[in-house]
């Protein structure tokens, strides 16, 4: 089920919006849509991405011939 969201936009941005969603063959809805999902897609990954760099220890001294010795990948072979 969808629902309604208001937002209010300069003259400016509806004209940008209309003519982009006439370019693409799809409504205003549909792209404002994929401009949310996008942005939140992004945000949510570069969140994710700040978290895993964090949490890595900077004074760890491991190779990548270590880590692929743990994984079972021949270094000499890559």
């Known amino acids: 089920m969808t629902t309604n ?3 209010r ?3 400016e941005l509806k004209q940008a919006l209309q003519g982009y969603a006439k370019l693409e063959n799809k409504t205003v809805s549909e792209v404002v849509l994929e401009a949310i999902k996008e942005k ?3 945000e949510y ?3 994710l991405a700040l978290l895993a ?3 890595v220890d900077m004074n760890d001294s491991t190779t990548l011939a270590d880590m692929c ?3 079972g990948i021949d270094y000499e072979a890559l």
């Open 40 to 42: 939140l897609e992004n």
């Open 9 to 11: 936009v300069d003259g």
């Open 53 to 55: 760099y964090e949490s």
């Open 69 to 71: 010795a743990e994984a």
């Open 5 to 7: 969201i208001n937002i």
């Open 45 to 47: 990954d570069y969140k």
